[in-house]
T-cell receptor, first 110, second 115 residues
Framework: GQNIDQPTEMTATEGAIVQINCTYQTSGFNGLFWYQQHAGEAPTFLSYNVLDGLEEKGRFSSFLSRSKGYSYLLLKELQMKDSASYLCAVRGKGNNRLAFGKGNQVVVIP | DAGVTQSPTHLIKTRGQQVTLRCSPKSGHDTVSWYQQALGQGPQFIFQYYEEEERQRGNFPDRFSGHQFPNYSSELNVNALLLGDSALYLC??????????????FGQGTRLTVV
């Protein structure tokens, strides 16, 4: 089985940097995904890590440590439109199903 | 290129009724997965279809069933609806690729309310 843990909510100021953590326990691992979800909308893909290290994509970066079962998503130069829930999801080995955490609600204030 | 489309967007049903939700995958995708997302929770995997067969299933009762058609579109059926089935139902499509992994693309979801 899989267990995904994320903090529930955080508030940050426009222009700041915020780090969202995700820890996981899984019987098989085949990649970790970060999705952004605005209220009432579909999750949209942000990043994917399958090897240890940092993946950078514009203002968003994601880090993975497989030995520690740990990932973080770094959001730089926060904008008001970044207010959303950020979902961490782990894909199991040999399948294409995603196990999601509950999501971390980020509120950006002026 | 149309992404993943789901219908209807909103639905209200009465306890005990049956409901069918529909999903058309992103062009070129052959795998469809269904997720249930309760308010304030992350999506929970229901099942996945590939080559018109259910390939994997999460911890959902047999009241939840599905189908995939030759054009890769899919349906989710829920029988004997319970109040607890009220949720956002998300369809995700992906491509089964043995060489590289691809992310799942989500539709906008169907908001089901059971009263």
């Amino acid at each position: 089985g899989q267990n995904i843990d994320q903090p529930t909510e955080m508030t940050a100021t426009e222009g700041a940097i915020v780090q969202i953590n995700c820890t996981y326990q899984t019987s098989g691992f085949n990649g970790l995904f970060w999705y952004q979800q605005h209220a009432g909308e579909a999750p949209t893909f942000l990043s994917y890590n399958v090897l240890d290290g940092l993946e950078e994509k514009g203002r968003f970066s994601s880090f993975l440590s497989r030995s520690k079962g740990y990932s973080y998503l770094l959001l730089k130069e926060l904008q008001m439109k970044d207010s959303a829930s950020y979902l961490c999801a782990v894909r199991g080995k040999g399948n294409n199903r995603l196990a999601f955490g509950k999501g971390n609600q980020v509120v950006v204030i002026p | 290129d149309a992404g993943v489309t789901q219908s209807p967007t909103h639905l209200i049903k009465t306890r005990g009724q049956q409901v069918t939700l529909r999903c058309s995958p992103k062009s070129g995708h052959d795998t469809v997965s269904w997720y249930q997302q309760a308010l304030g929770q992350g999506p929970q995997f229901i099942f996945q279809y590939y080559e018109e067969e259910e390939r994997q299933r999460g911890n959902f009762p047999d009241r939840f069933s599905g189908h995939q058609f030759p054009n890769y579109s899919s349906e989710l059926n829920v029988n004997a609806l319970l109040l607890g089935d009220s949720a956002l139902y998300l369809c995700a499509s992906s491509l089964v690729d043995r060489v590289s992994n691809t992310e799942a693309f989500f539709g906008q979801g169907t908001r089901l309310t059971v009263v």
